[in-house]
């Protein structure tokens, strides 16, 4: 055999063809190195490794590919929620401005956080030098709503119209007690980054509805406070095939970054590129049968459906103005978390498998009662408009609508305190968080904190126990959906996590 790193190519020959001629000495002895070790190894091994007679191969066939298997099995039962849509508020909202009323601490301005209640807990560098914690109650008024008579702050007028639909959870809890590690640990399951996200779990495990779109798109709020970062690691693949990343769909000219053609590129021109690197990369597959170059392949020919899908599905002009009026003033705005929610709709109208929208500008550890006004103002129209959309065009009831953050804040005041100004630290001991839709309770309450919600009493809900609860409602047992990675079998809820049957329906 020569080597064809001194043979030039033949003109006469197709390129394709004589590229899967040229297999130089090389690559032949890298090909063959593993079968003709493991002669040798069956030599030594005998009757273990081959037949009854040394040098007879066994007639079992070899075992199934178990990625595969796994695959296969999906779903393990009928999902309630053919969708999902995560409306993540990063920064980590306060509940006691949001869903958990606790009247008792009117009475307790400025008085100091009782040692029985804290328990020695673990506090953040920012508050742990305060010589006092001071107990501050909400400034802003609970009523409540709905058949259910659920307490809802005032600060949430529209949510409150929908409290019906709301499955709230007054009892999450995580051991994460900063933003990086916790807002990786929600989204991945693990605090340190490199696990695969959420919607990449649901992506790999059942796949796409809509062919022309990715399963996993991703939309951040341009109109909001830009007080933690967020990183594309969020919404990563991790270790599964980068074919299962969010998309990241922005507002502007390029929706999708390095979608479109280059100038001067025709749609013709761009195919026929496509089919011929479609054609090198199958090529190489044969040769390195490395599954990174199927996803490849994948995106590639996904890219190029996108080029007509998205231009369809990011132009929300021609909705009826009474769209715009129920999802609030800035709904005509692209890029803003009200243009979001339409678009997120639109996307599950068209099979969107899983829709995430990011709102920062929740982390108040100062200016509290200003920043959550103006958070609230921003989110709450848009989110009831976005339940009550989903209802009426019976969508709901398949699709799970989840809202919530990394973490809650704490009841005493981080700083200086003043009746009508005060901040709030970090707080994973207990929080509040909804979902709404397919498979869980409507108009149901959830788990319950002390007086002063820093403690839980009743029903608490890890965050592993709500990434459990989700993929179930999507038709997935999180125990059996595992995927190995560097010799180890991994799932998004890691060794933990216990489905929430109380929230079911």
Wanted: proline fraction near 6%; hydrophobic fraction near 35%.
């Amino acid at each position: 055999m020569c080597d064809n790193h001194n043979e030039a190519f033949d003109p006469h020959i197709p390129e394709f063809d004589q590229l899967k001629k040229s297999l130089d000495r090389r690559n032949f002895l890298a090909k063959t190195a593993m079968g003709l070790g493991s002669v040798a190894l069956g030599t030594l091994l005998g009757k273990t490794l081959f037949g009854k007679e040394m040098g007879q191969l066994a007639t079992s066939s070899a075992p199934e590919n178990i990625e595969q298997e796994i695959l296969r099995a999906l779903p393990h039962f009928a999902p309630k929620a053919k969708r999902v849509v995560y409306l993540f508020m990063s920064g980590g909202p306060s509940q006691f401005e949001t869903f958990d009323y606790k009247p008792k601490l009117v009475n307790m301005f400025g008085q100091p956080l009782p040692d029985s209640v804290r328990q020695g807990q673990r506090l953040t560098s920012m508050s742990s030098n305060q010589s006092i914690l001071p107990v501050v109650p909400s400034i802003y008024k609970f009523n409540q709503h709905g058949q259910t008579q659920t307490w809802v702050s005032e600060l949430l007028p529209h949510t409150a119209k929908v409290v019906d639909e709301l499955c709230i959870i007054k009892s999450i809890h995580s051991e994460a007690i900063n933003h990086d590690p916790a807002i990786t640990f929600f989204q991945t399951g693990n605090q340190l980054p490199g696990r695969p996200s959420i919607g990449s779990w649901v992506s790999y495990g059942l796949g796409t509805d809509n062919e022309n779109l990715p399963s996993f798109i991703v939309l951040v709020s341009k109109n909001a406070v830009k007080d933690q970062p967020l990183y594309a690691r969020l919404w990563g693949n991790g270790f599964l095939p980068s074919e299962h990343q969010g998309v990241q769909f922005r507002a502007g000219k390029d929706p999708v970054l390095f979608l479109d053609n280059p100038e001067g590129y025709d749609g013709e021109d761009r195919k026929e590129m496509l089919d011929y690197l479609t054609t090198l990369n199958k090529h190489q597959n044969a040769v390195n049968n490395d599954p990174e170059v199927e996803a490849r392949i994948a995106q590639y020919e996904m890219a190029y459906r996108m080029q007509t899908s998205v231009p369809d599905v990011m132009d929300i002009s021609d909705e009826p103005e009474e769209i715009f009026e129920m999802y609030g003033p800035d709904s005509k705005d692209p890029g803003t978390y009200a243009a979001n929610c339409i678009l997120a709709r639109k996307l599950l109208e068209k099979d969107v498998k899983f829709v995430q929208l990011y709102h920062q500008g929740w982390d108040h550890h100062g200016g509290l009662p200003a920043g959550m006004a103006k958070q609230c103002k921003d989110t709450d129209q848009p989110t009831a408009a976005l339940i009550r959309d989903l209802k009426r065009r019976g969508l709901l009831e398949d699709t799970l609508v989840v809202w919530g953050g990394e973490f809650g804040r704490t009841v005493y005041s981080q700083g200086k305190l003043f009746p009508d100004n005060y901040g709030r630290d970090h707080h994973p001991r207990c929080f509040t968080m909804w979902m709404a839709g397919a498979g869980v309770k409507s108009g149901f309450t959830y788990g319950e904190t002390d007086d002063f919600s820093y403690n839980i009493v009743k029903d608490p809900v890890h965050v592993h126990d709500f990434q459990a609860t989700l993929m179930h409602l999507m038709g997935i047992n999180h125990e059996r959906f595992t995927y190995k990675y560097q010799g180890r079998r991994f799932r998004l809820t890691d060794v933990h996590g216990q489905l929430v049957k109380g929230i079911l329906s």
